[in-house]
């Protein structure tokens, strides 16, 4: 079974451009997350997609961030414009149905470094 | 926010032996998840302990949950160089919303 994929696995953009990450999830799995990691932190869900749905985005800062999922598949994250506190790696996941039941997939990430 | 915190932050063992990770919470539960990872790779879930569950075991992982101390500890028995990630302990509340905690920096020396 194929397992999560990402790309770019690496980006360098200046602060104030605009960045864009994918994410396919496994076939399948109903609810997508998109996370983001500080070095040395643990992760922090941006946001929950539920098929196209959106189930949480209280942590995504809204007015640089955003995301869809078209068609319940895969997703994007937009950042724009980026700052420098945006560096980070960022992750996404995928569980066959949302609530206690779902365990999370991860993502090898996407890391961000804004200079 | 942090919900989870882990201790200690770092660990460095002789492979054989075992190793210890706790984690504290503030909030009630759905479950508690621990999750390993490698450095620069995504997150690989190891275990999922239900708020009715006090222990439960996985290979080589012993897991239990003291829900009235709303804390949880890790425990791997005879370590292996591959075990060297680090390790977080994550709370699902409700939905699905998993709330991570620091991690612990596990290394195992061969």
């Known amino acids: 079974e194929a397992g999560v994929a990402q790309s770019p696995r690496y980006k360098i953009i200046e602060k104030r451009q605009s960045v864009a990450f994918w994410c396919n999830p496994i076939s399948g799995h109903a609810t997508l997350y998109w996370y983001q990691q500080i070095l040395g932190q643990g992760p922090k869900l941006l946001i929950q997609?539920?098929?196209?749905?959106?189930?949480?985005d209280s942590q995504l800062p809204k007015d640089r961030f955003s995301a869809e999922r078209l068609k319940g598949v895969d997703s994007t994250l937009k950042i724009q414009p980026a700052k420098l506190e945006d560096s980070a790696v960022y992750l996404c996941?995928?569980?066959?149905?949302?609530?206690?039941?779902?365990?999370?997939?991860f993502g090898p990430g996407t890391r961000l470094t804004v200079l | 926010s942090q919900q989870g915190e882990e201790d200690p932050q770092a660990l460095s063992i002789q492979e054989g032996e075992n190793a210890t990770m706790n984690c504290s919470y503030k909030?009630?539960?759905?479950?508690l998840q621990w999750y390993r990872q490698n450095s620069g790779r995504g997150l690989v879930h190891l275990i999922l302990?239900?708020?009715?569950?006090r222990e439960k075991h996985s290979g080589r992982l012993r897991v239990t949950l003291d829900t009235s101390k709303k804390s949880s500890s890790l425990l791997i028995t005879a370590s292996r160089a591959a075990d060297t990630a680090s390790y977080f302990c994550?709370?699902?509340?409700?939905?699905?919303?998993?709330?991570f905690g620091q991690g612990t920096t596990l290394q195992v020396k061969p």
């Open positions: 994550a709370t699902d509340a409700r939905s699905g919303k998993l709330i």
């Open positions: 996941a995928s569980s066959l149905i949302g609530g206690d039941r779902g365990t999370q997939y």
């Open positions: 302990i239900r708020s009715n569950e």
């Open positions: 909030t009630s539960i759905n479950n």
């Open positions: 997609f539920q098929n196209n749905g959106v189930v949480d």
